[in-house]
């Protein structure tokens, strides 16, 4: 590799440092091409990428992104993992791909611009991924609503019950309160025409003008 070379990879490395906020350092030491290839794609889900560098170019790439805290990582065979998409993703990634293979190591890193230890690195790697809390957010704000409505339909299913056992009482509007009130008025006539009997009765008794004359 030439100096012009040389100089174009330090200008692509600088550029990737310079465009992410999440670095690992990863010694790769024992990895085989199908590995690798194998990593890069459950790297590029998390929208990350596994680049094997040359320390030394790394350093002069890092020195000209201003990218601080790196150049204590670069010693022996190193790996630059770049994230620009979930850096929990990536890290479940290394760590679960290091379990299953029995290889990477991981040497340090940056996130937000803070170095990002061990411990750190495999407490991330413990967390669920954004698009899992996302849905767990979810679903708590929509646990309420479901709740409000599953007692909503309850409610009225409790009502129409209620109102169909007062129907059946006769408390509320039925059919049997009709014939009652249609027998009512012909209760009331009753009495009317008792009257006009008795008063029929009364003028019958009473003496004419010629049984009077006749008396006298």
């Known amino acids: 590799m030439d100096k012009e070379q040389k100089a174009a990879l330090v200008e692509e490395i600088a550029s ?3 465009g992410t906020e999440t670095i690992f350092a990863i010694d790769y030491r024992g990895i085989s091409v199908p590995q690798a ?40 065979p190193t790996a630059l993992t770049l994230v620009d998409g979930d850096a929990v993703l990536a890290a ?18 940056i996130m937000d611009g803070s170095p990002l230890d061990v411990d750190g690195f495999q407490a991330i790697a413990r967390l ?19 709740g409000l409505a599953r007692g909503l339909g309850a409610l009225v299913s409790g009502l129409a019950v209620a109102l169909g056992q007062m129907q059946e009482k006769g408390l509320v509007g039925g059919d049997e309160a009709a014939p009652a009130e ?32 006749s008396n006298e």
């Open 182 to 213: 249609t027998e009512a008025p012909a209760e009331a006539e009753a009495p009317e025409e008792e009257e006009q009997v008795e008063e029929a009765a009364d003028e019958a008794e009473e003496p004419g003008p010629a049984e009077e004359s």
């Open 37 to 76: 290839a194998e990593l890069r794609a459950r790297l590029a889900e998390a929208d990350a990428s596994f680049k094997v560098v040359k320390n030394r170019l790394a350093k002069r790439a890092a020195e000209q992104a201003g990218t601080d805290g790196l150049e204590g990582m670069l010693e022996g």
């Open 128 to 146: 669920p991924g954004v698009d899992v809390l996302r849905g767990q957010l979810v679903g708590m704000a929509a646990s309420p609503l479901t």
């Open 16 to 18: 990737d440092l310079s």
């Open 92 to 109: 479940k990634a290394i760590s679960t791909f290091s379990r299953s293979n029995g290889v990477l190591a991981y040497k340090g890193g």
